[in-house]
């Protein structure tokens, strides 16, 4: 079974440039998450969607991101305009149903370098 | 608000070595669940285990064993015999169970950098 797919693996902008991110979650698995993680940290919440609908964005800045799950599957987590703080790697996740029980599987990330 | 400490930001020990990774946790909640995931140098977070909070049983999978105890909130990770493979960081998560069913967020502690060495 493949696992989270995530693209690219590494990115590399200029500040003010706008940048995406693309996320394939597990098949079957309705439930998708993308974190945020700052080096030498453990991975932040950004946005869970259930489905196609977002249930859980408090944690996204939404002053320069956004995100989008057309059909309930694949993902895009974007930024416009990037700065220098949005540096990390930022992680997508899926699990099989929203419960606190449900263990959520990872991607291997992208890390961002803003410049 | 739920909360995960884990205190020791790096460890080093020599292949064969047993190693304890720390976990405390915070949560107001009387069901939750408790994760450690592990990150090798590939960035990919893997799934090591969960556990209920209504389960106090200890667990040993191979190598791996962990130690749940609710009464000094601590979920402790042990490997027996580390080897150089195990080098990774760890990470102990907790989530909770609202009543209405739906989830809270997986919060993550800080990690723990494990060093295998030769």
């Known amino acids: 079974e493949a696992g989270v797919v995530q693209s690219p693996r590494y990115k590399i902008i200029e500040k003010k440039q706008p940048v995406a991110f693309w996320c394939n979650p597990i098949?079957?698995?309705?439930?998708l998450y993308w974190y945020l993680q700052n080096l030498g940290q453990g991975p932040e919440l950004l946005i869970r969607y259930e489905n196609e609908e977002a249930v859980d964005d408090s944690q996204l800045p939404k002053d320069r991101f956004s995100a989008e799950r057309l059909k309930g599957v694949d993902s895009t987590l974007k930024i416009q305009p990037a700065e220098l703080g949005d540096s990390a790697v930022y992680l997508c996740?899926?699990?099989?149903?929203?419960?606190?029980?449900?263990?959520?599987?990872f991607g291997p990330g992208t890390r961002l370098t803003v410049t | 608000a739920q909360k995960v400490t884990q205190a020791q930001t790096e460890i080093s020990v020599v292949e064969k070595e047993d190693v304890t990774l720390d976990c405390v946790y915070e949560t107001r909640d009387t069901t939750y669940y408790l994760f450690w995931y592990k990150q090798p140098p590939s960035g990919e977070l893997v799934f090591l285990i969960r556990r209920n909070s209504f389960d106090e049983q200890n667990e040993i999978s191979g190598r791996y064993s962990w130690n749940f105890q609710k009464s000094t909130s601590s979920f402790n990770f042990t490997i027996t015999a580390s080897q150089v493979v195990d080098s990774a960081v760890y990470f102990c998560?907790?989530?909770?169970?609202?009543?209405?069913?739906?989830?809270?967020?997986?919060?993550f502690g800080t990690g723990t950098r494990l060093q295998v060495t030769l």
């Open positions: 098949s079957g698995h309705n439930t």
């Open positions: 998560a907790l989530s909770e169970e609202r009543g209405t069913g739906t989830a809270s967020k997986l919060t």
């Open positions: 996740a899926s699990s099989f149903g929203d419960r606190g029980f449900n263990e959520q599987y």
